[in-house]
Nanobody
Framework: EVQLVESGGGLVQPGGSLRLSCATSGLDLDEAAIGWFRQVPGHEREGVVCMHPPNAQTYYLDRVKGRFTIHRDNSKNTIYLQMNNLKPEDTAVYYC???????????????????WGQGIQVTVSS
């Protein structure tokens, strides 16, 4: 059974940085698509970034390109989302997601991912 647990969220001022972590279990990160999504109450869940094997091809939401970076540490079974130059519009609940044996992904299609974390709040405000 795949389990995902996010941490690292919180309150940050505009222009600040946060790093979200997603600890995984039951998952081979070399053979799984992984992603980060976010949701604001009353809005659809939005894909931020996803990465798929075999070459870690990565796709970002245009609005976060150059500010957010996904990476993984296989030795720690952990996925990270480094978020820099945060803006108030980045405020949302962030979710990590994974799907074993999936060799494609798109941030547009959250339904392709079968395993999800519980979500963590990120608030960007002065």
């Amino acid at each position: 059974e795949v389990q995902l647990v996010e941490s690292g969220g919180g309150l940050v001022q505009p222009g600040g940085s946060l790093r979200l972590s997603c600890a995984t279990s039951g998952l081979d990160l070399d053979e799984a698509a992984i992603g980060w999504f976010r949701q604001v109450p009353g809005h659809e869940r939005e894909g931020v970034v996803c990465m798929h094997p075999p070459n870690a091809q990565t796709y970002y939401l245009d609005r976060v390109k150059g500010r957010f970076t996904i990476h993984r540490d296989n030795s720690k079974n952990t996925i990270y989302l480094q978020m820099n130059n945060l803006k108030p519009e980045d405020t949302a609940v962030y979710y990590c997601a994974a799907e074993p044996q999936m060799y494609y992904c798109s941030p547009k299609y959250s339904s392709d991912f079968g395993s999800w974390g519980q979500g963590i709040q990120v608030t960007v405000s002065s």
